[in-house]
Every structure is written in structure tokens, then in C-alpha cells.
């Protein structure tokens, strides 16, 4: 039996190593890709390393597509809240130049830039492929009723915007891709800590839980040329 294929990239945050895990539990071929070298081995993980440049990001998407040029599921696990410097912010005072740019960065321009490197393979492929960014519901400009965190906020905005775009031209293109915006939820990982302290217990997910709903919400897309916006349920969330 032919083994379906999956990339992972941002593959050494929480929720990108539990869908790595997630797919090899499933016998899938998995190809992981991180900004560091990721310390788990499996006969059917194949590693790389990326400094998420431009062109290191189109290199990387030509070589996997040679190697693997039926993949079924891209998922770009990537994302940024706060560095060393900034939080989150509560205040128009303290929106940073550099920290909006950082964040734009990391959550708008990298996904955007791993859906571009990819298109010639998305193009040309006969198997159909899931990419999902993962974004956050905080991005939706009309769910917004607690203001604040404006980086954040209007850097998942961007990204939402560029594959809602994007989803009418692959569409007009006849591309065998369905993309999808997944909110996971609010998970145990190194971005949310230091918001973790007002969420109660049974609200905290575990990372290994949302990469099972991530998969699962994967398995059952419709291909039907939009991008779907849902979260860890599956439900939609409004734009
Ligand atoms: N955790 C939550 O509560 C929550 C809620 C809503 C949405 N999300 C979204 O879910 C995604 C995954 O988050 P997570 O909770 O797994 O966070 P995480 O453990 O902090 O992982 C985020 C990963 O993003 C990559 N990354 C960090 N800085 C980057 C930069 N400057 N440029 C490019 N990539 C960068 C890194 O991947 P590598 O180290 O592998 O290179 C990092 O491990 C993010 O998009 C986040 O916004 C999370």
C-alpha cells in the first residue's frame, strides 16, 4: 500500500511536534521541517533543517516535491506572540515597529511563502492536498470585542486575508488543494505560557489532542476551492 505523505514545517513548536507524531502513529511518510535539528528518529521521518528564508523555503519545497511528489497534507505550524523584548499589547502606545514586523514575519509571511515554493508541485500533482496554516481566532476581524494584542491580531488577519486570496485564484487555476485555517484552541505550549495562568484546566489543551483534531479536520475537507477558517471542532469561524 501506497503511504500517504505529509510535511510539517515549524515541526519543533507543540503542536508541530505532535503532528509529526500524530502522522508517523498512522504510518504515515513524514517529512519535518524546523529551524533547529529535531532530536526523534523514525524510519519514516525524513528531517530538515530551514533558516525560513526566501530562497532556502523554495530549495527545501523542490527538493520534497521530487522526493515525495504525491503529498497529501502541508501544515505550516509556524507562529510568533511575544519575544524577548514584547508582549502582547494593551495599549496603542506600546505597538513596537519591530515587534509588528517580527510577527508579520512569522505568522503571515512564512505560511504564505511555503503555499508560494509549493505551487509548482500543487499545480502539477494528481493527489489532492490539504495545507493548513494555523492561524487563531483572534484573527477575525469581527469576532473582535475585546481589542488589545494588535500585532498579533492583524498579523493572523494578514495571513487569513492572503489564503482567502489565495483560495479564489487556486480555484480559477483548477489546483487540487484545499486550504485550511485551523484555530487550535488555546494549548500548552511555549506561546501561550504566559497566558496560561486565567484559563481554566479542562480549556488548556494538550498539544497531542489538537493534532488529532488537526488530522481528523484534515481527513474530512471538502475540496470545494474555498479555505475554510474552523477551529479545533471543526465549527467555522466568522472572518
Ligand atoms: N498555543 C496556543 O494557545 C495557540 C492558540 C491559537 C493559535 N496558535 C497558533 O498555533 C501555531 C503553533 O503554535 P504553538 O502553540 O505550537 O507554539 P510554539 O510551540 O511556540 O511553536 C511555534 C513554532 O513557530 C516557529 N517560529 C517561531 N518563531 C518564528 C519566526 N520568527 N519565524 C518563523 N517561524 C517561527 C518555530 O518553529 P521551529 O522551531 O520548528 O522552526 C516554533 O517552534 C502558531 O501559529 C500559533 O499562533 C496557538
Known sequence: ???????????????????????LRLNYQVVAISSVKLNVAHPMLNKFIT???????????NRIARIYPGTAYITVCNGLLHTKNNMPEKKIETFDEAYFSALLQANAMTPFLWLQA???????????????????????ISDN??????????SKAALNMLFKTAS??????????KLMLF????????????????????KLFKPEFVAQQLHE???????????????WQGESIEW
Open 1 to 23: 500500500m501506497v503511504q500517504k505523505t505529509a510535511v510539517v514545517i515549524g515541526a519543533n513548536g507543540a503542536i508541530g511536534k505532535a503532528l509529526v507524531n500524530q502522522y
Open 51 to 61: 533558516d525560513y528564508s526566501r530562497d532556502n523555503i523554495q530549495d527545501l519545497s
Open 145 to 154: 470585542q475585546l481589542g488589545g494584542w494588535y500585532s498579533y491580531r492583524a
Open 183 to 202: 484555530h487550535p484552541g488555546t494549548t500548552d505550549s511555549a506561546l501561550s505560557k504566559p497566558f496560561q495562568n486565567n484559563v481554566p484546566i479542562d
Open 168 to 177: 479564489i485564484e487556486l480555484q480559477r487555476r483548477r489546483c487540487n488543494v
Open 118 to 140: 509549493f505551487m509548482p508541485h500543487l499545480l502539477s500533482t494528481k493527489t489532492p492536498c490539504v495545507f493548513t496554516a494555523l492561524s487563531a481566532r483572534v484573527g477575525s
Open 217 to 231: 479536520l484534515q481527513t474530512n475537507r471538502v475540496f470545494d476551492g474555498d479555505v475554510d477558517y474552523i477551529d
